[in-house]
């Protein structure tokens, strides 16, 4: 049994000892991405570790690629944490102020008096920023000298992947990744809709590549590597939690047993590989101290897991979002469709119409827009509207709606209110129509539109 399917059993304590004494470490991009993260005490503590692997230490090519592509984002989101550290200081300090100033205190209260109280917290917030300047001066910026990278250009040297042949070895790929992902074979199939409206290809080097394949390209490029170099154990190091590498069950929650079985089974028998193991970066430094005598903290490995729990739950935000998004614009389209004989799905990258109907010999244009924040689009609203205005004028539509969606039915009265305080006076035919979705909470999934107001901005030309 064993033997045949291998991929469903995990090594007992000697095979993990003999897997750390012989095995190539890979890495994944998001290891190397989350050096730029951490505390210099826990960013040195992992390098040193990865150092001590020596020789050992491997990085496909396209986890290089992904690195340096994303490296200043990385980079430029860490460092407005410190105007953002600054902005919420300065603005409590100020509500404060406003606070005590709408008590009127000197006026209507002879003992209450604040002055020195925020003095006290005036000379704190000077000390605090003087010291958050020291630190924002020594950390890294987009245009400072990179010493993270710089470690990273050590370390890894020459033990980087060669990049693909040509053009049509990667269109090939991308060919089997699409009868992949629909099958829902790992890896990456998770990633089969990444950021739909954003661009999903890039060009390096003369090749064109997509972003949505990236996890099977580095996941191909292990596998050539091991087979082209007789490799026998493998470790990887991902701090990527989806379902797509991880094998999981649920059983009172969801619990992760260990990596993928099809992944060790594709990798056992193309690669003739003969032991494959997967690790998360917090699961790597705890290992590493019972394998490599590495000394590693608590207090690394904790900020490890923080690190880790915060970039998972964001990521799981950003996904729910744009589940509950597409199911919207999925929602409207059936509540249009029976009112259009002939209604398309307008692919739009520049935050535009979402479908046109056709309906009497007229075009229809219909934009749509999940509001958690009614107070949140207000500021973007004549935007859209006067977006819709040169529609209709340049391109000949015969109407242009606005479709606002709210998860909850009190949220109505607020968007409306906030609508008529600021619709602006145009000509043609505009609406805007505001309804309320009918989703599922807890599958973070939208199954219906009900709509509940119509405005009629303009009047037909």
């Not at 880790?308 to 799981?316: P, Y």
């Amino acid at each position: 049994m064993k033997n045949i399917f291998k991929g469903y059993y995990h090594l007992d304590k000697e095979e993990f000892k003999s897997l750390w004494e012989s095995s190539l470490f890979i890495f994944d991009t998001n290891v190397l991405l989350n050096l730029y993260r951490y505390q210099s005490s826990t960013r040195d503590t992992l390098l040193k570790v990865m150092e001590k692997l020596g020789e050992r230490v491997w990085i496909p090519y396209h986890v290089g690629l992904e690195f340096q592509r994303n490296r200043l984002k990385v980079i430029a989101e860490q460092h407005k944490r410190f105007s953002e550290v600054r902005g919420i200081v300065s603005k409590s300090i100020s509500g404060m102020k406003n606070e005590f100033d709408g008590l009127q205190l000197k006026k209507r209260h002879s003992h209450i008096n604040p002055d020195q109280l925020l003095a006290n917290i005036e000379k704190v917030q000077s000390d605090f920023f003087e010291e958050l300047n020291k630190l924002e001066e020594k950390s890294i910026s987009v245009n400072s000298d990179d010493e993270i990278r710089n470690r990273i250009d050590s370390l890894f040297g020459n033990s980087i992947g060669a990049p693909p042949e040509d053009q049509k070895s990667i269109d090939e790929l991308f060919s089997e990744g699409e009868n992949r992902y629909k099958n829902n074979i790992p890896p990456g199939y998770k990633d089969s809709s990444k950021d739909d409206k954003n661009p999903d290809e890039f060009t390096y080097s003369g090749l064109t590549y997509k972003r949505k394949y990236g996890d099977l390209i580095i996941w191909k490029q292990i596998i050539s590597h091991a087979a082209n170099n007789d490799l026998k154990n493998i470790i990887f190091i991902t701090d990527d939690n989806k379902a797509d590498w991880w094998w999981k069950v649920d059983s009172g929650g969801s619990k992760t047993i260990g990596v993928r079985p099809e992944l060790k089974d594709e990798i056992y028998r193309e690669a003739k590989v003969e032991n494959f193991h997967v690790y998360n970066t917090e699961g790597f430094l705890s290992y590493a101290n019972e394998q490599l005598n590495a000394q590693v903290t608590e207090e690394a490995i904790e900020e490890v897991r923080e690190i880790s729990d915060e970039r998972q739950e964001a990521m799981l935000r950003h996904r729910m979002l744009r589940q509950m998004s597409e199911s919207t614009e999925r929602a409207v389209y059936e509540w249009l469709s029976h009112n259009f004989s002939h209604l398309e799905h307008h692919r739009h990258r520049d935050g535009g119409l979402d479908f046109i109907g056709y309906r009497d010999e007229h075009k229809y244009g219909f934009e749509v827009r999940l509001v958690q924040n009614p107070r949140a689009v207000m500021h973007r609203l004549q935007e859209k509207i006067f977006r819709s205005y040169y529609l209709l004028n340049e391109e000949r539509f015969y109407e242009v709606a606005i479709i606002f969606v709210v998860l909850n039915e009190e949220a109505i009265p607020e968007l409306e209110h906030h609508i008529r305080r600021r619709m602006p006076e145009v000509q043609g035919n505009l609406r805007i129509i505001i309804g309320r979705a009918e989703y599922s909470e807890e599958e973070g999934y939208v199954y219906g539109f009900i709509p509940y107001t119509d405005f009629q901005l303009g009047h037909r030309m």
